[in-house]
């Protein structure tokens, strides 16, 4: 890996370690997120996903194999997109995703790709699913009356997506630094 890649790569992961602890900060305090840090962190998430593009593309036209040009875009630029435009359809179907969720997960495939994006998303579900169980299992054993509001309460999600986010980045920065 040259060191301008290497550079690229860093200073992507850093960008996204900026977004992804301000987006979840905004959420846990406010249960909301600016417009201004999607449209800041997007246009920036976009552009290094499109300059990733353009260097895959220039990699494999230099080389002899130009035939794995779609391939090699399908994987590296087209794939970002799926998960966070597949949580776009959830919303739009009342799923119980906020639009807010759709938008940092569609970014966040910008900055991250198709598979460590899932993850986050995985590691998010399964942080916020036994933060949920503890939270009602503690209601149950007090033996509230107020149950049924611990059932219809609303967690702040993308706080949830700090942990495996942080992690992910910091296991690709190790890899990149390798």
């Known amino acids: 890996m040259g060191i301008l890649n290497f550079a ?13 602890l301000m987006a979840a900060w905004q959420d846990f305090k406010t249960k909301e997120i600016n417009v201004r840090l999607f449209w800041i962190f997007g246009v920036a998430g976009l552009g290094l996903c499109c300059l990733s593009g353009v260097e895959t593309a220039a990699d494999v ?17 087209f794939q970002s997109f799926l998960l966070g435009l597949a949580l776009f359809l959830f919303f739009k179907y009342g799923e119980g995703i906020g639009k807010g969720d759709c938008w940092f997960f569609l970014i966040c ?10 993850f986050v998303l995985g590691g998010a579900v399964l942080i916020c699913g036994l933060a949920g ?23 702040p999600f993308l706080s949830f ?3 495996p986010g942080i992690w992910i980045a910091a296991v690709r920065l190790r890899d990149i630094i390798r």
């Not at 860093?10 to 996204?16: D, E, K, P, S, Y």
């Not at 495939?109 to 899932?118: M, Q």
């Open 109 to 118: 495939g910008w900055y991250l790709g198709l598979w460590d994006t899932i």
């Open 161 to 163: 997506a700090a942990v």
């Open 133 to 155: 169980l503890g939270y009602y299992v503690s209601g149950c054993i007090q033996g509230s009356q107020t149950g049924r509001m611990r059932r219809k309460m609303q967690w």
């Open 61 to 77: 036209l230099a080389s002899t194999q130009s035939q794995r040009l779609l391939p090699e875009l399908w994987e590296n630029v």
């Open 8 to 20: 690229v790569q860093a200073v992507r992961l850093g960008i996204f370690m900026l977004f992804l």
